[in-house]
């Protein structure tokens, strides 16, 4: 499915609609409808017993969005937290530098691409990929003039080197998306955190943001849960939270938001064994995203060209959007830079006893952190498909159907009497659906031709469909139709939890991961 289908049957099925519509939107905002909130939820809780319930060494927290200002002082996000902004001056349209001259690249890249997939088409069996990119002229010019582009601009951000950003935009003649011109403004910094005022406190002092991150949270909070939790090194700390972001370029949907969400853990190492945890936590991380169902293909890790002022490594899992691969998740080595800067600033010793060495220091952070956003619309793009099945009368007829893991759909089981004017069978589905309230999300749907409502639990990914029918009134069984193999099966009633549960529940997807 394209984009456009994707976005558009978030709507129309109550996944996601954009704020404020009634007053025309609000740009790069969302909201979640009845169908997106459950699913939503569901990417939560598996990511939180993951982590939390899945290690003993894993604590969870819930800091404030609402932080002391100087918070985000000692973290760097005041000085260096900077988008390289710059203006077309006819469009009037404002783009951030680094992603103007990104996305040339990507168009590079995407034309070597097409003359590796052509020659690949060409040679068959014999092709050889890595001999082909390194010796055809074309492909080698169009990849090394990529790779001089990306170490310039990794450069130019690393030094902040703004004029430089402006020149490569002019010399590779990068014109405004919208109009087409090349008359651009200098480049400027623009910073990107929300600011609020405090009501009882004038001026700069009272000036909060919103958070930028929930990492922050987790810092500042070290020593409490050191002391309450009574975990020892290696421990892992997460919190799941919004974070606000003032995104110059705002686009792509729930991908790039200016409010959104954020699962970050916090890994407290000894210092020196930071990247034996770094690959650790890149193959766990890889790990979650397989089990949920997101194929090997479609996930691939990327090395930051451009490392972050407190990182000593830093890797993106990247995932394959219906606009390309681009960055779902971060994993970082922040070395301890941020405990440091606490320290500094606040004072209070941020340092760890370590009773096996017997001395103390402040511990190395490894961080895994992946937008709760981006993973929704990671799994709705992966998951909503178009396919070809038979009909009732056995002619082939098309579904669109959410593949989601058994176990995230947001309605796990659908209870449909038949037919809506028995009271007999509308009576007996309702006692069912009572029934299994307790047990798991159910949804009642007693309106159209029951092929209809099965079009309509597809097409949200409801796993199972119960239909109660005449027989069902004789010997209390059912019929419990499969969405994936569309197998339809006849259960007694007083099986339906038992069976919905040993897919849906979430204890099959964690086991998934394994240990
Ligand atoms: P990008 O390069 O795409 O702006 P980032 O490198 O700034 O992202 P991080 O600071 O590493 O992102 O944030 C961690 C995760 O938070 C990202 O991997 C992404 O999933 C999510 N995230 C960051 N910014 C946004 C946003 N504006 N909207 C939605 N999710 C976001």
Redesign the pocket.
């Known amino acids: 499915m394209d984009f456009k289908q994707i976005v558009s049957h978030a709507k129309e099925y109550g996944f996601i609609f954009q704020s404020s519509e009634i007053y025309d939107t609000l740009a790069a905002v969302y909201d979640y409808g009845p169908n997106g909130v459950e699913l939503k939820n569901n990417i939560k809780e598996y990511w939180w017993r993951s982590m939390v319930q899945r290690h003993a060494n894993i604590v969870g927290i819930d800091s404030a969005i609402f932080m002391h200002p100087k918070t985000w002082k000692a973290s760097g996000h005041v000085d260096a937290f900077n988008d390289p902004l710059i203006d077309n001056k006819d469009s009037k349209k404002r783009y951030r530098a680094d992603v103007l001259i990104e996305d040339y690249m990507d168009k590079l890249e995407a034309k070597a691409e097409k003359e590796i997939k052509k020659a690949a088409k060409r040679f068959g069996e014999a092709f050889d990929r890595d001999q082909f990119v390194t010796t055809h002229p074309r492909v080698v010019r169009y990849l090394d003039e990529k790779n001089k582009i990306a170490k310039r601009l990794a450069q130019a951000m690393k030094i902040s080197d703004l004029a430089d950003m402006k020149q490569l935009i002019e010399e590779l003649q990068i014109a405004c998306p919208e109009s087409g011109s090349r008359e651009w403004t200098d480049v400027r910094q623009f910073n990107l955190m929300f600011s609020t005022q405090l009501g009882n406190i004038a001026g700069e002092e009272g000036k909060l943001y919103l958070r930028p ?1 929930t990492a922050q949270g987790i810092f500042v909070n070290f020593l409490n849960v050191l002391k309450t939790s009574r975990q020892k090194v290696p421990f892992g700390i997460a919190q799941i939270g919004k ?1 606000f ?1 003032n ?1 110059i370029v ?1 686009r792509q949907f ?5 409010e ?1 969400e ?1 699962m ?1 853990m916090q890994y407290f190492v000894r210092p020196g064994e930071e990247m034996e945890w770094y690959k650790f936590w890149k193959e766990e991380r890889i790990k979650w995203h397989k089990a949920i169902g997101s194929p090997q293909e479609k996930l691939r890790f990327h090395d930051h060209d451009n490392l972050a002022h407190y990182a000593n490594a830093a890797v ?1 899992i990247q995932f394959d959007f219906p606009f390309g691969f ?5 994993i ?1 080595s922040r070395t301890d830079f941020d405990l440091s800067s606490h320290q500094d600033l606040s004072g209070k010793k941020m340092q760890y006893f370590d009773p096996e060495l017997e001395k103390n220091y402040v511990p190395y952070v490894i961080e895994t ?3 709760c ?3 929704f619309l990671a799994t709705i793009s992966h998951a909503l498909q178009e396919e070809k099945v038979p009909d009732a009368k056995g002619k082939e007829s098309t579904r669109v159907v959410m593949k989601f893991h058994p176990s995230i759909a947001p309605v796990k089981c659908a209870i449909l009497p038949l037919v809506k004017n028995k009271p007999e069978l509308t009576e007996k589905a309702q006692r069912i659906f009572d029934d299994l309230k307790f047990v798991t999300q159910c949804q009642y749907d007693e309106k159209d031709a029951i092929g209809r409502r099965y079009r309509r639990q597809d097409a949200i990914g409801t796993p199972y469909c119960v239909t109660i029918d005449f027989d069902t009134l004789d010997d209390d069984s059912v019929t419990i139709r499969d969405r994936d193999t569309l197998h339809q099966e006849r259960i007694p009633i007083r099986e339906i939890a038992d069976k919905v549960r040993q897919r849906t529940d979430m204890t099959v997807l964690l086991q998934e991961i394994g240990d």
Not at 254 to 258: D, G
Not at 326 to 330: A, D, P
Request: no cysteine; charged share 45%; glycine share 8%.
């Open positions: 991150e974070a972001r995104e705002a729930i991908f790039r938001m200016r959104f954020q970050e993106d681009k960055e779902l998740e971060g970082h952190s992946i937008g956003d981006r993973m």
